[in-house]
């Protein structure tokens, strides 16, 4: 039986690129495609193995600062892979990919980081630079319209669907009309040293400079706190951060640094501070296996890692071992707010609680549940064929094309 691994595409090493080295290791046997590669060499050992495929995106010059910019192109992209000799198509998608053009004798999965959310949720924030003017938004408008409907039709292509946190399985239900089954992210928890105990010296956060990740309002809330910050990151909203910046002492900037920097950087840390409605969130969680406490805003994938205490819960006798703090608004304000109350309550957060916290999300915990969840679907349309890899068969509900 034939195996194909399809990603959007290489460019950068992140959450979905990470997931995708996990599904790697579990098929050994599979081929890689994607869109375009463009790792870099630096990053190229992470990968298990490189692609045997690209689409006609693999030519295009350059394409490694312009993909962005190539949003029209991507459907006929996807669709251009041939993928027919293949019976199990493993999809991880953020993008496009779940639209692959399968026939009725394959079986499709796809692990669903996000439907895109440049066109369901946050298309304002991904696209007001890019479509200033009456003329552009006009065009932006149609553009965008048949783009969701693509993806509304490539939604409907899968045979199931995993999604990488409660958050994103509610918003593939919304968007799709699908139902999926949850299986979070890994996390490398084993390559995390745990810090030695509660404290620090300084907060710390990192992200890309977007503006959904709001690190501007966090940089603002630590201009009038006596405390020290060290921000990580480094993206489109460079220039605002470097005004923000001017003259602060107590704020430091690591625009990039290695896992083993960050690693080592997370031992000095009292806490991470998080500010995003994301779709689950790798770094709080990184934070979290090196022992250090997580501030964060409550939306999105967090409320499913992060048991953060708030004040309310102050008045309960059950409190015990709590691995953060959440604040209900991301503004400067809140989570000034929460850095105070974190700190006067800074001793109640141990950092084996966190360590633990982490535990949930464990490398081996995913292979176990993707590999079972593969196997069931495997089993159910192919039956008892042998298939190297493959375990744990349970009952399944096929979803017609």
Known sequence: MKIAIVHEWLVTWAGSERVLAEIMTLYPEADLYVLFDRLPADKRSALPRNPVGESFLGKWPKIDRSYRNLLPLMPAAVESLNLKDYDLVLTSSHAVVKGLLLHSGQLHLCYCHTPPRYLWDMTEAYFSRSFSGRL?????????????????????????????????????????????????????????????????????????????????????????????????????GRNRIEELLRGQRNIRWLPYISDKEWGELLQKARAFLFMAEEDFGIAPLEAQAAGVPVIAWGAGGILETIPGLKREDLNRSDISGPVGVLYSDPTPEALSQAVHFFVEREEMFQPESARKNAGRFSRALFRTRYRSFVADQVRQMFGDRPMPGLSGLSERTDHAR
């Open 136 to 236: 552009k938004r006009a065009a932006s408008s149609l553009f965008l319209t048949r783009l969701r409907r693509w993806d509304y039709r490539a939604g409907q292509r899968p045979d199931a669907f995993i999604a990488n946190s409660d958050f994103v399985a509610k918003r593939i239900s919304r968007i799709y009309g699908r139902p999926s089954t949850v299986i979070h992210p890994p996390v490398d928890i084993e390559r995390f040293a745990v810090k030695p105990g509660p404290g620090g010296e300084y907060f710390v956060t990192l992200g890309r400079f977007v503006p959904y990740k709001n690190i501007d309002r966090i940089v603002q809330s630590f201009r009038y706190l006596p405390y020290k910050l060290v921000v990580v990151g480094d993206g489109p």
